[in-house]
C-alpha cells in the first residue's frame, strides 16, 4: 500500500458525500461491462463481523466484488489495497480520475462503474453483482439499507450515528474491518493520529483558541460543528469549538447563517470556503468580510484543493489538510 501523499492540484467543486469501495481477484468476468473481478492486495481474515445500526453484519469469507457507496468509503478501500467495481464521485474528481481524489496515490487497475450520487442506483448496483456493499459514512437509512442488503451483504452507519456523521476512525475500523484486514485499519488510523499529534503540540497555544469553519453556497451561509469531518479536525488539532455557534445545531453538523449573522462565527481563527463559487469572490464577500477574525486578519480562505481535502475526511485528504492547514493556522494565532 503506497501512502505517500500526492501534492497534485486537483479542481474539485461542491463538496458532498460518499465514493466507491473495492475487490479480490477472480477469473470470472464480472457483470455491468467490468470485464474482471477488482484485485485485493492483501489476504483478509475470515469470518469477521461489523457492528452497526442496523445489528451485527457477518462476512463469511473474502469479498470479491465490493460496491462502496459511502462518503470517502472507496478512498479508504484503496488505502487497504482494495478495488472498487462501482463508485460514487461525490466531490466531482472526474471519471478520468476513477473519481479519486489527488491526495490518494493508490489507483484502479481497471476503472470502476462511477455510480450517481443524487439517487441509489439500485438495478446498476445489482448489476455489478457485488458481493459486500459499504455505506459507511451515509445517510444511514433503513429502506435503502434493506433494499441494499437484498443486493449483497450490507454494511452501514455505526450505531448512535446521525446522517453523514460517522467519525473518519469509525470509517476506517468499520471497512478495514469488513474486509478482514483490521491490522492495516490500524495502522492508518494511527498515522493520521500521529500527525494529529505532532501538529498540536507543536502549537500548544491552540488549545487556549476558539475556532469556527465557515461556508457559503449561493446567497447563504452556513457553519460546521462538532460531527463535520471539517470542525473535528479542527478540534483534534487542538482548538475549541465556537460555543455559540454549536448551541445552534440543534442535533446536526451544519447551522445555516445568513449574511446578517454570519459575526457569531467570530472567534480567534475563522476558516471559510465557497460551495459552487470562486474564492477570490468569497474572499472580497461582505459576509465574509462581517467576521471581526476577519478583519483582524485571522481568517483563512481554503483553496479548492484544501478545500477538498478538508471535507473529503479521509486519511489521505486529512494530512494533505493538516500539511496545508498548519502553516497557516499558526500565522493566523501568532
Known amino acids: 500500500m503506497r501512502r505517500t501523499l500526492l501534492r497534485a492540484a486537483a479542481a474539485a467543486t461542491a463538496l458532498a458525500t460518499a ?8 477469473d470470472d468476468d464480472s457483470a455491468g461491462g467490468r ?43 484503496l488505502d487497504l ?9 461525490w466531490l466531482g474528481f472526474g471519471e478520468d480520475n ?15 462503474e462511477i455510480l450517481d450520487t443524487e439517487e441509489v442506483e439500485y438495478e446498476k448496483i445489482a448489476s455489478l453483482n457485488p458481493d459486500l456493499i459499504l455505506d459507511v459514512r451515509s445517510a444511514g437509512d433503513e429502506d435503502t439499507y434493506e433494499t ?67 461556508t457559503q453556497f449561493g446567497d447563504g451561509w452556513g457553519a460546521y460543528v462538532a460531527g463535520d469531518a471539517r470542525m473535528d479536525l479542527v478540534t483534534a488539532l487542538g482548538f475549541q469549538e465556537n460555543s455559540e455557534v454549536a448551541d445552534m445545531a440543534e442535533d446536526n453538523f451544519y447551522v ?3 449574511e446578517e449573522n454570519i459575526d457569531v462565527t467570530d472567534s480567534d481563527v475563522v476558516i471559510g470556503f465557497p460551495i459552487g463559487s470562486d474564492t477570490t ?19 483563512i480562505v481554503a483553496d479548492e484543493e484544501l478545500t477538498s481535502a478538508f471535507s473529503l475526511g479521509t486519511p489521505d485528504a486529512m494530512l494533505y489538510a493538516i500539511d496545508e492547514l498548519q502553516p497557516q493556522l499558526e500565522e493566523a494565532t501568532s
Do not use: H
Not at 484485485?39 to 462502496?68: C, H, L, M, W, Y
Open 98 to 112: 476513477d473519481g479519486i481524489s489527488p491526495f490518494n496515490d493508490d489507483s484502479y487497475d481497471e476503472s470502476p
Open 256 to 258: 445555516d447563517l445568513s
Open 19 to 26: 465514493v466507491s469501495m473495492a475487490a479480490c481477484s477472480s
Open 35 to 77: 470485464s474482471a473481478d477488482s484485485a485485493a492486495t492483501s489476504n483478509g481474515e475470515f469470518p469477521t463481523s461489523v457492528d452497526t445500526k442496523f445489528g451485527e453484519i457477518t462476512i463469511d469469507e473474502a469479498p470479491q466484488r465490493v460496491v462502496a457507496l459511502g462518503w470517502g468509503d472507496a478512498e479508504i478501500a
Open 81 to 89: 489495497g482494495v478495488q472498487p467495481v462501482g463508485a460514487r464521485d
Open 281 to 299: 469572490e468569497f474572499e472580497e464577500s461582505s459576509g465574509w468580510n462581517r467576521i471581526g477574525a476577519v478583519k483582524d486578519g485571522r481568517g
Open 148 to 214: 441494499l442488503s437484498d443486493i449483497a451483504t450490507t454494511v452501514s452507519v455505526p450505531e448512535g450515528s446521525e446522517s453523514f456523521t460517522t467519525t473518519w476512525e469509525d470509517q476506517v475500523s468499520m471497512i478495514s474491518t469488513a474486509l478482514g484486514l483490521p491490522e492495516t485499519g490500524d495502522e492508518l488510523i494511527g498515522e493520521v493520529n500521529g500527525r494529529i499529534d505532532e501538529a498540536r503540540e507543536a502549537n500548544p497555544d491552540w488549545s487556549d483558541k476558539t475556532a469556527s469553519v465557515v
